[in-house]
């Protein structure tokens, strides 16, 4: 069982073949003993989604903490987010998300937490791979020392009232008509009551979870149905989240996406109309739009530009002491609250900026025109070839023909084994024929490529 199992958001995988009762029993075991640090009796908080496989890697995860003198505490299916805040609000030593996030149902991932509530760093991360690899013995706990399990009664009140405590106390959401789309997962419970609570009409689609419908045709990454529902009841705003709640995007009345760059576009106005900034700029990754560079200048914010994934993007942010960051895929980060990316808060903030602006959501949430941008995958086998001679001659040859009017990334996927390839500019004709250029680059450089 060598190997790095960690990739860019945790342990990700084909549940029961990569992602197995052994291994999330390891891995607990590892994790459990890398943070046994002191002489408390140690503690974990363990959350999940909504699939089937996430019951399986519960049981095995429990066996893996209480069998290193590890108490378990499960939450059952909640927000990441909402697992991040319990880790430090109960004092865990550690906290486990079981999820996949966006992915279809097959797959399944762990993602743990710091006592702080922040994801690992590389260092402990390595810590927990030396046990995996057997470098180190996993040392068990003396029968009268082995952990115990419980179910936490209570715990998605607690996150529904840190969500709404985000917000100013006066906000009502009286007169808003919401469709919230839940995806068939963690937030299927959190998200439609904290929005009632707060007063709104909510319409809740995506909220009947069988084990195998988590992200299928809802959710963030296809806002179709979303769409079609806003349309259907009139609504004011549609709300789209991702299997475990830490992604986001928006819907406006007449039933557009709003993606995640117009969506901090939108908080960074409204922030910064409020004095809420807490430095002028924003932190996001490569992948955001050039437009959305372009309009935060305007506004005299920078746009700090990190390695795709929301870890690096809260790494610069805490480095460089920015309180607003995101993707352009609805991970939006806002330090004030959280630790990681939070639908559900990034939505009750862009919902307090629309009740305050008193417009509709298309004149809140569109604020710049975004460049074409064309992004194909690779498939290789083995190390990406991004060393290889020709691939470099036809990105330096696509980066000079853009230059300073658009934009040329290529990167290995962190997730599967597939180099993925954005290009954007003002010319989409010519964006689309430097990306396919570059894609032809590489698979003539992986010949083996399936």
């Known amino acids: 069982?060598?190997?790095?199992?960690?990739?860019?958001?945790?342990?990700?995988?084909?549940?029961?073949?990569?992602?197995?009762?052994e291994l999330a029993m390891r891995v607990a075991q590892a994790t459990?003993?890398?943070?046994?640090?002191?002489?408390?009796?140690?503690?974990?908080?363990?959350?999940k989604d909504t699939r089937l496989s996430s019951y399986m890697i519960e049981y095995a995860m429990v066996a893996g903490f209480t069998s290193v003198g590890v108490d378990a505490l499960l939450l059952g299916p909640l927000p990441t987010p909402a697992v991040a805040m319990l880790t430090h609000s109960m004092r865990a030593d550690v906290g486990v998300m079981i999820s996949a996030s966006h992915n279809p149902y097959q797959d399944n991932g762990i993602k743990l937490f710091g006592p702080d509530g922040y994801k690992l760093s590389d260092a402990v991360e390595a810590e927990i791979e030396t046990i995996l690899s057997g470098e180190l013995p996993?040392?068990?706990?003396?029968?009268a020392d082995l952990g115990r399990a419980m179910r936490v009664e209570g715990d998605r009140a607690r996150y529904i009232e840190f969500a709404k405590r985000t917000v100013t106390r006066d906000l009502s959401l009286e007169g808003l008509r919401i469709v919230v789309d839940c995806a068939n997962g963690a937030a299927y419970k959190v998200a439609p009551e904290a929005l009632w609570e707060l007063g709104?009409?909510?319409?809740s689609i995506g909220v009947e979870p069988d084990g195998f419908n988590i992200n299928r045709e809802v959710g963030s990454t296809a806002p179709a149905a979303l769409a079609k529902k806003v349309r259907e009841v009139r609504a004011d705003i549609?709300?789209?989240?991702?299997?475990?709640a830490d992604r986001v995007l928006v819907v406006d009345e007449a039933g557009k996406v709003v993606d995640g760059d117009q969506v901090l576009?939108?908080?960074?106005?409204?922030?910064?109309?409020?004095?809420r900034l807490a430095r002028p700029g924003v932190v996001a990754t490569v992948l955001s739009n050039l437009g959305l560079e372009r309009y935060l200048s305007g506004l005299g914010l920078s746009l700090v530009r990190t390695p795709v994934g929301d870890r690096h993007v809260l790494e610069q942010m805490r480095a460089q002491g920015y309180n607003l960051g995101g993707e352009q895929s609805g991970h939006i980060i806002l330090s004030d609250f959280g630790t990681t990316g939070d639908g559900l808060v990034a939505a009750l903030q862009v919902l307090a900026i629309v009740k305050r602006q008193r417009q509709p959501v298309s004149r809140v949430c569109h604020l710049f025109e975004a460049l074409p941008q064309i992004q194909k995958n690779v498939r290789v086998k083995g190390r990406p070839p991004l060393e290889d001679a020709g691939v470099l001659r036809a990105i330096a040859a696509g980066r000079e023909r853009l230059g300073e009017?658009?934009?040329?990334?290529?990167?290995p996927s962190g997730t599967e084994p597939v180099v993925r390839v954005m290009g954007e500019g003002e010319n989409c004709d010519l964006v689309e024929k430097i990306v396919d250029d570059v894609c032809d680059a590489l698979a003539e450089a992986s010949p083996r490529a399936a």
């Open 1 to 21: 069982m060598g190997g790095t199992h960690f990739g860019t958001d945790g342990i990700r995988g084909l549940a029961n073949a990569a992602i197995t009762p």
């Open 32 to 47: 459990g003993i890398v943070f046994q640090r002191g002489e408390h009796r140690h503690r974990v908080v363990i959350g």
């Open 138 to 143: 996993v040392k068990l706990a003396k029968p």
């Open 200 to 203: 709104a009409e909510v319409v």
């Open 238 to 244: 549609g709300i789209a989240l991702d299997g475990d």
């Open 265 to 275: 576009a939108a908080l960074a106005r409204g922030w910064q109309e409020e004095g």
């Open 405 to 411: 009017t658009g934009r040329l990334v290529v990167r």
